[in-house]
């Protein structure tokens, strides 16, 4: 998968998020961006799996201008990326397991594969212990896992990460790059936006993004 996003600005009210913002996310890339909160962090990942569609400029998703994909065609998009969201979106009703299963079953993944995937990356994050709770009766950090370990499941091209161990300590934090590491090593491409340095720096080999009041530097 290849994402080309060039001279974009996208405006709200008005007032610009983002100010002619040109990237491109390669095969296997690994992303990194950095910024102040209101920096345009979460509208440009938005951007990149069609959430949300550029004032002007354009985003390409394999040579496709994402304002030209239809319905299905975004969902479609959808099922071959990771995406996680600071708020950590997951199904009120459902337990963490059978939160886990909805995106396996969308994939067409037999019950009994499903299930065993499901168990493995929850216990490759060490959040086993969590499978037949409800959301509300999770922790932040503990919401943030899961739905990093949701986005693992579905064996996406990319991973895109909105603050994702914005809620964790340090250690865990650094389990999650490790894990992140391991999928980078397998070939998914990784965006992933982080206000710690500590968590950035568990990435030396990435592409560098800080984005300022809209606008991005190298």
Do not use: C, W
Request: charged share 15%; glycine share 8%.
């Amino acid at each position: 998968m290849i994402i080309d996003v060039q001279d974009v600005t996208v405006m709200y009210d008005g007032i610009p998020a983002l100010s002619n913002v040109s990237l491109t996310v390669g095969q296997g890339a690994t992303i990194v961006l950095t910024g102040p909160t209101g920096a345009g962090k979460t509208t440009l990942l938005r951007l990149l799996y069609a959430e949300l569609l550029p004032t002007s400029g354009i985003v390409m998703i394999n040579g496709t201008p994402t304002s030209r994909l239809k319905p299905k065609q975004v969902r479609d998009l959808r099922r071959t990326i990771g995406i996680v969201q600071q708020q950590g979106r997951l199904v009120d009703d459902y337990t963490v397991y059978e939160n886990m299963l909805m995106p396996l079953a969308v994939h067409g993944m037999a019950k009994a594969d499903a299930s065993r995937q499901a168990l493995e990356i929850l216990a490759d994050l060490n959040i086993s212990y969590v499978r037949h709770k409800l959301p509300r009766q999770l922790s932040g950090g503990e919401r943030h896992l899961v739905a990093l370990a949701r986005a693992m499941s579905v064996n996406p091209k990319l991973i895109i990460a909105d603050e994702p161990t914005g809620t964790l300590d340090e250690g865990t934090s650094m389990s999650v790059a490790s894990v992140l590491h391991r999928l980078a090593e397998r070939g998914t491409s990784l965006v992933i936006s982080t206000h710690s340095a500590s968590f950035a720096a568990a990435f030396p080999s990435a592409q560098r993004l800080h984005l300022v009041e809209g606008s991005l530097s190298l």
